[in-house]
């Protein structure tokens, strides 16, 4: 496992083999092929991640978090407290979705729960994998 901490400063993964962790206190993160459990964490900055394979969990205070995984496999949790997410994950997986924001743009396949304008919380697909975002801002999960 990939351990990266920084208190002032941007950090970038490439290629974590057996999970990574990355955090800093001011700076964005950005994570490009990572497998296994993923772990972001920044107070001030934009996450962004491309091709990752297995779980994240990923939050910042002030910024973004926005990427795509090419294969889920436990769990997918993103928070930011004043952002916005913007997320890609396979198609027609099985998702316990529990999905908050001020403006919700995420497609409800085979939907059993409930959703109103910021709050989706149910099953899409029969169910699975957890999926929970939240945030001040606006949320889109799309399916690649």
């Avoid at 396949?109 to 975002?133: A, C, M, P, W, Y």
């Amino acid at each position: 496992m990939l351990e990266v901490k920084t208190s002032d400063g941007d950090i970038h993964v490439t290629e974590a083999g057996s999970g990574a962790s990355a955090s800093t206190s001011d700076g964005n993160i950005s994570i490009l092929k990572a497998k296994g459990d993923i772990k972001a964490k920044t107070s001030d900055g934009d996450i962004t991640f491309q091709d990752l394979e297995g779980a994240l969990t990923a939050s910042t205070s002030d910024g973004n978090i926005k990427g795509n995984i090419q294969r889920l496999t436990r769990e997918l949790s993103a928070h930011t407290s004043d952002g916005n997410i913007n997320i890609a994950v396979p198609a027609n997986l099985g998702l316990d979705l529990d999905i908050k924001g001020e403006s919700l743009d995420v497609p409800l396949t085979n939907f059993s729960g409930r959703s109103d304008e910021k709050h989706i919380q149910g099953k899409s697909n029969g169910g699975g994998i957890r999926v929970n975002l939240s945030t001040s801002g606006n949320v889109r999960l799309t399916y690649n």
